[in-house]
């Protein structure tokens, strides 16, 4: 009770009948009538309340088995294996299951070249005085460069890496002799179309151009270059661009070589092309190399000279070769530009990573389905069992569960088990009769031909053995009958368990407001009964007060009486 102060003598006067203890036991007589059915019912609600939390939290957990199972994601998913090392093999979720040999026999290759040496970094590469163009990139692709005059070989190296041409370029420190430095160029893309081509006329001999351009052998430097009666055209073609120049009738040897060191080579719009040619006494041909790499092709027609044919065009400053990549794929041949082959299968990448045979098998990814079904199954029966304790009643002892009757849970285990075992796909077969002839029949396909089962306790069970055998008989039938069956699973268990607006949700919000009103209402009554006993101790010292003035009255006349009795004897 609460401290009621002066009240503390309550009972000295009535000798103890109206006392606290009366009081108490009047209040607590109250409480067990008024406030201890509330508190009974908030007790069950809070019982409630937690049962549902858990039956909702085991319902997540089956609602995501669900969902791994319903967007076929987990059926689509593959497993790819290769024998041999000369391929790597990654296979897309959907790719059809399948084998396929691989021999590989060449890898495609980056264009290659390395310079001459040079002592430094700094070492002068444009010494012409004058800024020049040089034209550099692949595949046919070239991409203009003008390189100042006084650059350095590390200037070239930033000019063309910052061109973004298709080609990087790096400086090696070889270590070897006084000139260690070389320029290095590699195209950034493989393949044999995607060779370098490096015009470098306007600046000093970088020496990438290891091909030395020879000419049939004359007798002496007098001898003709044309004596076909005619004037004739020598062409040299660099990376697309032709240089050409008129040879008379009757010129001779030495004439050739000065009008081709005197820049009579000139491209459409009157550029010359450096040659430097020179007579070999020794050999009697004319010799001269170009300071260009890439596509180049000589045209002398009608001239003696016949440089195509008397020309070595091994190049040893030429690295590594642009080539494409060579393989069988079950036996055909195939080219392709790189090592990375994503356009011969649908959802399919091969790597090609050395010379050889590999075999690659892509298969379904049963296992993983078996375990995630089983999975399923057995989050679904722990959420069976809990969902048949709520609901039940046991007539024996009178155990009835929290929700028994309860429209919310009763109908759910029928619900999902109707949505795992209603699920009928239609499935057209062909057979033999008795004679041989085949035809066409229509057969149905169910939960349980793919392993499900359910006893009578309704629980479900799952046949792994036998959902294998059914995937890989027919995996487009099995994974249509899945998708059904989870995609309907998930819509009910949305709508009455892990939606925001499932069955269950609003249930558990209307059991919290409901305790929120329980705890109001016991508030409220505690309130009046302290509020009542409070005024029912002060009316008792009232009381108490009035008796013991009475008491002391009668003390007093008794005095007085038995004090006259005593005077009269």
Known sequence: MADLGILSSLGAGSNGVLSYDVIDKLKKADEDMMVKPLEDKLDLLKKKESALSQFITIGSTVKTDILDLADGTLFAKVNTTVNGSSVS??????VEPQSFDINVSQLAQNDVYQSKGYASTDSLIN???????????????QTTISIPAGATLQDLKDAINNANAGVTASIIDTGIGDDPYKLVLKANETGKDNYIEFNYSGIDDL????TNYTSATYSSDTDLVNNSGSDQTFNIDVNGTTYSMNVADGTTVSDFINA??????KDSEGNSLKVNASYNSDTGAINFGLQAIGDISITDTGLTTNFNDNTDFTNSNRLQTAQDSVFTYNGVQVERSSNTVDDLITGVTINLESEGDSTVDITSNVDDMTKAIQKFVADYNQMISNLQSLTAYD???G???LFQGDSDFTMLENRFSNDIFGVVMSNQTTATDLNGNQYTTTSVFTAADVGFSMD???????????????????????????????TRLKTD???NITGDKSNLNLLDQEIKGEEDRYHDRIDAMNKYLETKYNIMAKQFAAYDEMINKLNVQSQTLQQTIEQAIAAKK
Do not use: C
Request: aromatic share 8%.
């Open 395 to 397: 007539k024996d002892t």
């Open 89 to 94: 093999v990654t296979a897309n979720d959907g």
């Open 260 to 265: 081709l060191n005197s820049g009579d080579l």
């Open 456 to 486: 009578k306790t309704g629980m479900i069970s799952f046949d792994a053995d036998k959902f294998k055998e059914a995937y890989n008989k027919d995996p487009d039938l099995t994974n249509r009958l899945f998708g059904d069956m989870f």
């Open 493 to 495: 268990f949305d709508t």
């Open 399 to 401: 155990n009835v569960g």
């Open 207 to 210: 020496g990438l151009n290891a």
């Open 127 to 141: 010494g012409s005085g004058t800024s020049q163009d040089i034209t550099i990139g692949t595949g046919g692709t």
